[in-house]
């Protein structure tokens, strides 16, 4: 167990729609990263965030937005879903922002969520 | 831009064979390199990681790794594998916020 949740573990839901992922990094962690894990895209950056601030952006759709709150809980919202979204998102958490700071940007991930599409 | 890249997609091997997963970096400059296992159905666990030190890298579960800076590598290795770690595997750096993956290696071990 990394410390970090994820919820919920699986989500269905149909085109169009739109769906909130959430994320508790760590107890101490200031960095949220989200990933997606996709059969043809393989694992994909996304977006990072650092107390309650954007620090990076990967290959994130328009479509999809975040956010981090002040208790440091993380949102990835995903709209106007299309059947290509379906994929294993995952968050992870560090304590620090940069690799530069060595040990503390080592990323822990979470177990994922499972989102399908149809 | 940085990038990390596998060389082997997919690896069979028989219990107690010796295992060596390529990765290459692209960049220079200050580099922190990682290497994830990801079993059936879990999440990414970290195996191992180079910050700096001693190119050569022990983690666990048996699995090491060596930083050969001349050669952008960052190669892992495990003497005597099991059936136990059929897993995915793969190889992250970041010289930057962003950690970049590689595209993961499928190993498959045969009782």
């Known amino acids: 167990d990394s410390g970090v949740t994820q919820t919920p573990k699986h989500l269905i839901t149909a085109t169009g729609q739109r769906v909130t992922l959430r994320c508790s990094p760590r107890s101490g962690d200031l960095s949220v990263y989200w990933y997606q894990q996709s059969l043809d895209q393989g694992l994909q950056f996304l977006i990072q965030?650092?107390?309650?601030?954007?620090?990076a952006k990967g290959n994130i759709l328009e479509r999809f937005s975040a956010q981090q709150f002040p208790d440091l809980h993380s949102e990835l919202n995903l709209s106007s879903l299309e059947l290509g979204d379906s994929a294993l998102y995952f968050c992870?958490?560090?304590?620090?922002?940069?690799?530069?700071?060595?040990?503390?940007?080592?990323?822990?991930f979470g177990p994922g969520t499972r989102l399908t599409v149809l | 831009a940085q990038s990390v890249s596998q060389h082997n997609h997919h690896v069979i091997l028989s219990e107690a064979a010796s295992l060596e997963l390529g990765c290459n970096y692209s960049y220079g400059g200050t580099v922190n390199l990682f290497w994830y296992v990801q079993y059936p159905g879990q999440h990414l666990q970290l195996l191992l990681k180079?910050?700096?030190?001693?190119?050569l890298v022990k983690g666990i579960k048996g699995f090491e790794a060596e930083f050969i800076k001349s050669k952008f590598s960052f190669n892992l290795r495990k003497p005597s594998v099991q059936w136990s770690d059929t897993a995915e595997y793969f190889c992250?750096?970041?010289?930057?916020?962003?950690?970049?993956f590689g595209a993961g290696t499928t190993v498959t071990v045969r009782a």
């Open positions: 965030y650092y107390n309650g601030e954007e620090r």
């Open positions: 992870a958490s560090s304590v620090g922002y940069s690799v530069s700071q060595g040990v503390y940007n080592e990323q822990f």
């Open positions: 180079y910050f700096s030190g001693d190119p």
């Open positions: 992250a750096g970041g010289a930057d916020y962003k950690l970049s």
